[in-house]
DNA sequence: CTGCATCCATAATGATACTG
DNA sequence: CAGTATCATTATGGATGCAG
């Protein structure tokens, strides 16, 4: 008979992947998605793979510093494919992976999100701002 | 006449509204909803209302510095709620708004994609870690 | 209890110039 | 084309002490 019953297996496994914790892996990974270069990239890339220097263009404001960086650790967590194609110049295509596609869906929402209730955000800054003087 | 054609007018509102764009203001709304303590607060408030010592509970590791920060700034967004009762002591409480609401059920996604397929990048790293070794 | 103000170390980011 | 290297700047976040 098991010292641990299967409730209490379950109950620690939540625990285990409870982001509200600190020091669980899943807080940092969060971090990770929390990322406006990440969620500018994931978003790009979902209508299908892109060059390095389409995203830069597509993706306005960030430094090839950034991209290299985002797309780097993109593709080390296994959301991006990066294919090179050894041409005259080189080619290089990125894409995004099968888990890569089943987050795009949740962050370009994100993205959409902002899009469409700016106007509701500016209305309610404008209200605070009006109620709260400096 | 105006000097606009319609379609001209057409593709400056989505110009407008185009989070790639970096000077656009939704840019900047992006970079806010990517933050870590955001994606946290608003997923905790998403169950009900709190008090803003449960919050410092219950998102282990966030400082008081950083929670009332991120509070203040949902506030303003008209994210969240903040409702004081005049109480000794005192007793605050926040809540989603319908809007944030709105936003709860998005980043909670994410959220739970984070904790869902953390296995899956941890994989991905290992299996990238060995091909690129340092 | 709920915060605000301040200081401070560190990490993240951005601009720029340069290379295979 | 696809990055890399460097440097200056900024933003982030924790610690602390105090106040309504």
Redesign the interface.
């Known amino acids: 008979m098991p010292t641990t019953t299967a409730a209490q297996r379950r109950e620690q496994a939540r625990a285990d992947?409870?982001?509200?914790?600190?020091?669980c892996?899943?807080?940092q990974?969060?971090?990770r998605?929390?990322?406006?270069w990440?969620?500018?990239v994931v978003?790009?890339l979902a209508p299908g793979p892109m060059r390095y220097s389409d995203l830069g263009r597509?993706?306005?404001?960030v430094s090839p510093k950034m991209l290299t960086q985002t797309l780097r650790t993109l593709?080390?967590?296994?959301?991006i494919s990066r294919t090179v194609t050894p041409s005259v110049p080189v080619r290089v295509d990125y894409a995004l992976t099968p888990?890569g596609t089943?987050?795009a869906g949740?962050?370009t929402?994100?993205?959409a999100?902002?899009?469409t209730?700016?106007d509701?955000?500016?209305?309610?800054?404008e209200?605070?701002?009006t109620e709260n003087p400096a």
């Open positions: 992947y409870d982001a509200f914790l600190r020091e892996p899943t807080n990974l969060l971090g998605l929390s990322d406006k990440v969620s500018l978003a790009a597509k993706i306005a404001g593709e080390r967590d296994g959301i888990l089943s987050l949740l962050l929402a994100v993205k999100w902002a899009e209730h700016f509701d955000v500016r209305a309610a800054r209200t605070y701002d």
